[in-house]
């Protein structure tokens, strides 16, 4: 008798296997840490971010980084790196280019990605201030939002404290 297995367990090997050799790449932590180093200038969405993701579907949520640097007035290249834990942490990064428009010191942007046969497309759309990255997602079996501020502004009110390494 042969045995099939399911997609999810196909796809949660996958994830699974695409972590470990992410987690291997220490080279995201270096550059987080230099746009960190710097100081964003008024009106800039360019450098570090840090904050939340979390999926309304299934109540997951975890940490979340990012990388802003732009490409032209309308264009930011934004490489995340996102973290999930259930059983284990797992490290996932992902690259993607935001284009909208200012409207005043404010950068909206929509668009869409190819994440592969794995999650399919993938379709954002937010907000960038000089203190706040907002956006909602919607992929194949998936969506939610994520929020980020300056790694050293304080937290708001309503934002969870990030995690520690230590705790994870």
């Known amino acids: 008798m042969i045995?099939?297995?399911?997609?999810?367990?196909?796809?949660g090997v996958c994830v699974l296997l695409s972590c470990i050799?992410?987690?291997?790449?220490?080279s995201y932590d270096k550059d987080f840490a230099l746009a960190a180093a710097q100081a964003p200038g008024a009106g800039q969405i360019e450098g570090a971010w840090v904050g939340r993701w979390r999926s309304d579907t299934s109540g997951h949520a975890g940490d979340l980084k990012a990388i802003v640097t732009?490409?032209?007035p309308s264009e930011y290249h934004v490489r995340y790196q996102a973290k999930y834990k259930a059983l284990w942490t797992a490290t996932f990064e992902h690259e993607t280019?935001?284009?909208g428009h200012f409207a005043g010191s404010t950068f909206h942007f929509e668009g869409d990605a190819d994440l592969g046969w794995l999650y399919?497309?993938?379709?954002?759309?937010?907000?960038v201030t000089d203190d706040e990255f907002f956006s909602t997602y919607k992929a194949k079996d998936d969506r939610?939002?994520?929020?980020l501020r300056r790694p050293n502004a304080p937290l708001a009110p309503a934002d969870p404290p990030p995690a520690t390494d230590a705790a994870q």
């Open 21 to 26: 050799v992410i987690a291997g790449c220490g």
């Open 70 to 72: 732009r490409i032209n």
């Open 120 to 127: 399919g497309r993938y379709d954002y759309s937010g907000y």
């Open 97 to 99: 280019t935001l284009r």
């Open 3 to 11: 045995v099939m297995p399911n997609m999810t367990s196909v796809r």
């Open 144 to 147: 939610g939002t994520y929020k």
